[in-house]
Structures are given as structure tokens and as C-alpha cells.
């Protein structure tokens, strides 16, 4: 007589329990790949600013020691300038940056669309692949020191207008270029605020970064991820029970757990929430004459 083996089969039990051990590796999984994720775009972020302070000191090379101000004018080339379009050229951004020429300013010949992809952090989901919505400019994660680059206001006479540029040269930085901030993180578009952060749109050099408001990272925060929304905390703004105070385009914001800065000496590095507004403040001026505190 011949015997049939017959196979047993998952019982409904055995197959919940195995359906929950995957949930539940998966769930420790998952963290672990975010991080690693958010590890790698904090790295790639970090390597664009490194990019940066290359085209920086490149930019100062070239122009006896002198810095890209926040506006300037170039009479027969580009005309009215910004100062990312600036940099163009030293972040391998020529066909861009030529574009530009004879249309009188930097964003002209639909040079403000151009999308430049070492301006973007991978963590920023602001914009969308790099235009910013609804206006069609292309933007930037990052903002330039108004402090270092905008300061002074210039009067042009063959122009007949005043520019915003900085007071010091690559090679004069007062209080020291490895304790001055360059460049800051911020997200690369606020809905409510249009142009403001866009790349070659020539809003007045207060605008950019944290000008007006330089306490720790302006009064907005650093980290909320919220970046489009009116009620900012702006002094006099509306930002009372019910609405959210969110990141500014005014002030430094990150999506990373630190925000990464740019010094002028080139290098990069990240500033936590542990810093205090006054070392904060110190590392922003280029010549207060200060000593960062042991926060930093």
C-alpha cells in the first residue's frame, strides 16, 4: 500500500505572525534608511557649499581680491548683475551666465529659469525641480551673508544708482574668514513671498539671509519645515494663537537637524541650536571685533 505524504500548511495563526515580524522589521528598517538618506543629502548639501567657497575665492582671484556684492552693473556685457549670476562662471555656469548678455539685466534672455543644480540641497522639496511654482524663476537653497556681501551701500555715477556690495576684499576680512559666515541654508521658495529667494531677481540686499533681523537665526526658527506661510513672526506680523510661525525667507531655515554654513575661508560646517544668538551674531558680523564663545 502506498502512503501519501501530505504537506502541511501555514496556519492562519503562524501566517499573522509572520506577517507581523516583517511589519515590524520593516519598521526598524525604514528609520535606518531616512537616516542614511538624509545623510547622504546633508553630504551632498555640504559638497555644494564647498562648490561655493570655491567659486568665491575663484571669483575674488580673478577680481583683485574683490567680492561679488549683492548687486552690482556690468555696462556692454549683462547690465544690471545679482549676486548669484556673479558666480555663474565659477560654478561651471557660462552658457547661463552669456546667456544674459544684451538683454540688460541677469535675468534677462530667460536666464531667470536656468535651473543650477549645485544652488538646490537635496532636502529642500520647496521648489520644484528647482523652479520655484507659480513665478517660474529658478531659486537657490542657500543665501549670501547681507553682513558680509551687501553692507555697503554704492553709488554708481555712470549708472546713476546705488548698489549693494561688502566693505572688505577676500584677503581683508577683519574679524578673520574662518569666523565669518559666507553662505547660509535656506529654502529656495515661500509662496507668499514670490521673487524674494529666487536666483537672479534684484531684490535690495537686506533681503537676503538674515539682514534685518540677525539675532539666532532671525526670530523664526531654524528648523520648522513650513516655508509657506505669511505668519512668520515677522515683528508687527501676525503670528499669534492658531497660525504657525514659520521658516522666513529673510532668515536661515534647513531641513537637515543642523544648518550648514559656509565660512569665508571655505570651508563648511554645521551650527545647532545650541549656539547662542550673541556667538551667532558674532560669526555674522566680518568686523565687530569679537572672539566666537565656546558654543560655536
Known sequence: MRYI?????????ELLVVIAIIAILIGL??????????????????NNMKQIGTALHNYASANQDKLPGMTDYQANTYGWG???????PYLEQN??????????AAW??????????SLLCPSDSSHQAGICSNIGWAGTSYAPNYYMFGSDLVYQPNVGAYFRRGKY?????PDGNSNTIGVVERFAYHTVYGWDTTLVYPIDGYYWGWAQYGSLYGPWGLYTPQVNSRNSGMPGGNCGAGNNCTAHPYAPNSAHTS????????????????VSSTTWSYACQADDGQVLGSNW
Open 5 to 13: 505524504r501530505r504537506l502541511r500548511a501555514f496556519t492562519l495563526i
Open 29 to 46: 528598517l525604514l528609520p535606518a534608511v531616512q537616516k542614511v538618506r538624509e545623510a547622504a543629502a546633508r553630504m551632498s548639501c555640504g
Open 82 to 88: 545679482t549676486y548669484w549670476y556673479s558666480l555663474y
Open 95 to 104: 552658457n547661463l551666465y552669456n546667456k544674459a548678455f544684451g538683454s540688460g
Open 108 to 117: 534677462g534672455n530667460g536666464c531667470h529659469a536656468g535651473v543650477v543644480k
Open 169 to 173: 576684499t577676500i584677503a581683508n576680512i
Open 259 to 274: 544648518c550648514q554654513v559656509l565660512l569665508m575661508d571655505g570651508s563648511v560646517r554645521g551650527v545647532t541650536a545650541a
